[in-house]
């Protein structure tokens, strides 16, 4: 396996979405790591910075904190500090599990994300009201004596009176629901703590509740809300929609976990549709596509999940792109798909009537495309790449470069692929990107980074030119 193969197989991982189950990744993570370990120290920071799933954040943190490489344990300890405890209980159990190993500097880099805790009692009282089992964990895996206000507040469960904690058990021993609603508004209890403390959940609790809660965690627990009757108060139901406004500015809010929360919640459409807004608004604070962009999506037997991707990422890029993107469904003839908006809910009306079925002409959509004078920089194919019909992919493609300009090609690959179109391409000698789809439909926004640069290459140099941290030096 060539260096570039091993950096193109790092990035397809970024495309599956292993749901806490680390070891789904942890090989690919190991093989780059060995084979171009440069590269790896800065794909993982700039990572943190652009990536949406948690699991990879966790494995890269991992692999740095144990790696020989210069710089990569400084980066590990960095990128450490900054995540919360539940996910740095996953690391250490990572890195003694899969790698076999914790290194004394990943224990420094874990006994010095506790001693900053302990060192701001609020901090410390929401980490520790919010992930005990984590943070118990971490003391007692390595071994870190807690300090007083830790060992009262986690092991001694005998909080001192007027923290956090001590405002919990107060809590859950008042009977009043107005005094409830005082006392989650003014100390700011979390949601998922103030449930398993409050037995009636009151209009006015549900109301404090929601008004203490971030955007984010309204959009995490949206279902939960749901379920305990917070859309049928009109006054809740606001502050709900409230903070769904506020979630399409607010940098803290993932367009991934916004994906997951619009199928698990099953709320009406009207709040899915916000929901969908919000989505729409987080994916486009985040880039441009700034060059105009063809999606041809394989609808020919058997490509459902085609169909489905690309209906999801055409509402993806419609949302970011500077110009409308160009959008056919096919099998051996094209259907070009028009949206009447750039929201998800527009594309899925406009893919409703799409069925799979038939045999493949990857190349009549571009043959449409050229005949129509429709000139795009980009293209992209979502196919198994099996075509068994004229016109082909690369003699459609000739084709349309001699009249308007050769683009871009990327294929993102999905079902039981067969490499056919990639062949063809290299023996014309015609570049191209080849993307492998596994994941679920939960990690597509990963893939928006790879369309909105003007190649693979700018993506690379932008990657590699991201700077390892370092730690802050101690004033003297």
């Given at each position: 396996?060539?260096?570039?193969?091993?950096?193109?197989?790092?990035?397809?991982?970024?495309?599956?979405?292993p749901?806490?189950?680390?070891?789904?990744?942890?090989?690919?993570?190991?093989?780059?790591?060995?084979?171009?370990?440069?590269?790896?120290?800065?794909?993982?920071?700039?990572?943190?910075?652009?990536?949406?799933?948690?699991?990879?954040?966790?494995?890269?943190?991992?692999?740095?904190?144990?790696?020989?490489?210069?710089?990569?344990?400084?980066?590990?300890?960095v990128?450490?500090q900054?995540?919360?405890?539940?996910?740095v209980?996953?690391?250490?159990?990572?890195?003694?599990?899969?790698?076999?190993?914790?290194?004394?500097?990943?224990?420094?880099?874990?006994?010095?994300?506790?001693?900053?805790?302990?060192?701001?009692p609020?901090?410390?009282?929401r980490?520790?009201?919010?992930?005990?089992?984590?943070?118990?964990?971490?003391?007692?895996?390595?071994?870190?004596?807690?300090?007083?206000?830790?060992?009262?507040?986690?092991?001694?469960?005998?909080?001192?009176?007027?923290?956090?904690?001590?405002?919990?058990?107060?809590?859950?021993?008042t009977?009043?629901?107005?005094?409830?609603?005082?006392?989650?508004?003014?100390?700011?209890?979390?949601?998922?703590?103030a449930?398993?403390?409050?037995?009636?959940?009151?209009?006015?609790?549900?109301?404090?509740?929601?008004?203490?809660?971030?955007?984010?965690?309204?959009?995490?627990?949206?279902?939960s809300?749901?379920?305990?009757?917070?859309m049928?108060?009109?006054?809740?139901?606001?502050?709900?929609?409230?903070?769904?406004?506020?979630?399409?500015?607010?940098?803290?809010?993932?367009?991934?976990?916004?994906?997951?929360?619009?199928?698990?919640?099953?709320?009406?459409?009207?709040?899915?549709?916000?929901?969908?807004?919000?989505?729409?608004?987080?994916?486009?604070?985040?880039?441009?596509?700034?060059?105009?962009?063809?999606?041809?999506?394989?609808?020919?037997?058997?490509?459902?999940?085609?169909?489905?991707?690309?209906?999801?990422?055409?509402?993806?890029?419609?949302?970011?792109?500077?110009?409308?993107?160009?959008?056919?469904?096919?099998?051996?003839?094209?259907?070009?798909?028009?949206?009447?908006?750039?929201?998800?809910?527009?594309?899925?009306?406009?893919?409703?009537p799409?069925?799979?079925?038939?045999?493949?002409?990857?190349?009549c959509?571009?043959?449409?495309m050229?005949?129509?004078?429709?000139?795009?920089?980009?293209?992209?194919?979502?196919?198994?790449?099996?075509?068994?019909?004229?016109?082909?992919?690369?003699?459609?493609?000739?084709?349309?470069?001699?009249?308007?300009?050769?683009?871009?090609v990327?294929?993102?690959?999905?079902?039981?692929?067969?490499?056919?179109?990639?062949?063809?391409?290299?023996?014309?000698?015609?570049?191209?990107?080849?993307?492998?789809?596994?994941?679920?439909?939960?990690s597509?926004?990963?893939?928006?980074?790879?369309?909105?640069?003007?190649?693979?290459?700018?993506?690379?140099?932008?990657?590699?030119?991201?700077?390892?941290?370092?730690?802050?030096?101690?004033?003297?």
């Amino acid at each position: 396996m060539t260096e570039q193969d091993v950096r193109l197989e790092l990035l397809n991982s970024l495309l599956t979405t292993p749901h806490r189950k680390l070891e789904a990744v942890a090989e690919t993570h190991a093989r780059a790591k060995t084979r171009d370990a440069v590269f790896y120290g800065h794909l993982a920071v700039w990572y943190q910075r652009n990536g949406d799933v948690r699991d990879h954040k966790e494995v890269f943190v991992a692999n740095l904190l144990a790696s020989d490489t210069d710089g990569h344990r400084e980066a590990g300890f960095v990128l450490l500090q900054d995540l919360p405890p539940y996910q740095v209980a996953r690391v250490v159990d990572f890195m003694k599990r899969s790698l076999g190993k914790l290194p004394r500097s990943a224990r420094t880099a874990v006994t010095r994300y506790l001693r900053h805790r302990e060192a701001d009692p609020r901090r410390f009282d929401r980490a520790a009201l919010r992930a005990k089992k984590a943070m118990k964990h971490l003391y007692a895996t390595l071994h870190v004596k807690p300090s007083e206000y830790a060992d009262a507040v986690l092991f001694k469960d005998n909080p001192p009176e007027g923290c956090l904690a001590w405002m919990v058990k107060r809590l859950a021993q008042t009977e009043s629901t107005a005094d409830q609603a005082v006392l989650i508004a003014d100390y700011r209890i979390p949601y998922s703590i103030a449930i398993g403390a409050v037995r009636r959940l009151s209009p006015a609790v549900l109301a404090a509740l929601v008004g203490v809660m971030t955007p984010q965690e309204v959009i995490n627990q949206m279902a939960s809300l749901k379920t305990r009757g917070a859309m049928e108060h009109p006054e809740v139901r606001k502050l709900i929609e409230e903070k769904l406004k506020a979630a399409e500015t607010d940098t803290r809010v993932s367009a991934l976990k916004l994906t997951v929360a619009i199928d698990a919640a099953d709320v009406d459409e009207e709040t899915a549709e916000k929901m969908r807004r919000v989505a729409d608004q987080q994916i486009r604070r985040r880039d441009r596509i700034r060059r105009p962009t063809a999606v041809l999506v394989d609808k020919s037997g058997s490509m459902e999940v085609a169909i489905e991707v690309g209906k999801r990422l055409s509402a993806m890029i419609s949302a970011i792109a500077e110009t409308t993107p160009v959008v056919y469904a096919f099998d051996t003839m094209p259907m070009e798909i028009n949206a009447t908006g750039p929201d998800l809910s527009h594309w899925e009306k406009a893919f409703k009537p799409i069925r799979a079925d038939g045999g493949t002409s990857l190349g009549c959509p571009l043959e449409a495309m050229r005949r129509r004078k429709q000139k795009v920089e980009q293209v992209v194919v979502i196919t198994d790449e099996g075509e068994n019909t004229a016109p082909y992919f690369v003699e459609a493609l000739k084709a349309y470069a001699a009249e308007l300009g050769m683009p871009s090609v990327v294929i993102l690959k999905v079902g039981a692929a067969c490499n056919l179109t990639e062949d063809a391409l290299r023996q014309q000698r015609i570049a191209f990107d080849t993307f492998r789809f596994e994941g679920d439909y939960y990690s597509l926004p990963n893939f928006i980074p790879m369309l909105t640069r003007p190649s693979r290459l700018e993506m690379l140099m932008e990657i590699l030119e991201t700077p390892l941290p370092v730690r802050e030096t101690a004033p003297a």
